[in-house]
């Protein structure tokens, strides 16, 4: 039987919750409302992370952009696409919302979270 310990993070109530697999279904004890009855039951079984991180810039006035997933992703998926994008390179200027980076096998969609303009 797999279970785990968490405090849930879906609101400001940081519930303690106690998450099991019994017969087949997943259960979860401490959560003060259902989306944290949701998060209890995806940690553990299919845990999700947006990944923040940074892309570098050729030609801006800062050599780095940040940047930030649509959407969670697998966590096992987490490092393969960090070093995916590590020879990543993006031509400045870039902008808030602009596409970076797309991997559709693990629902990977990157948009810049900064600004970064052209050097002059």
Known sequence: MKKMELTCVVCPNGCLLTVWQEDG???V????CKNGIAYGR???TDPRRVLTTSV???GGVL??????STAPIPRAALLPAVAALKDLVVDAPVHI??????DPAIGLTLLASRNVERAK
Do not use: W
């Not at 050599?63 to 930030?68: A, F, I």
């Not at 919302?97 to 797309?102: K, P, Q, R, T």
């Open 25 to 27: 279904e997943t259960k």
């Open 29 to 32: 004890e401490g959560a003060a």
């Open 42 to 44: 995806t940690e553990l």
């Open 56 to 58: 570098a810039v050729k």
């Open 63 to 68: 050599p780095l952009v940040s940047v930030r």
């Open 97 to 102: 919302g602009d596409l970076i980076y797309e």
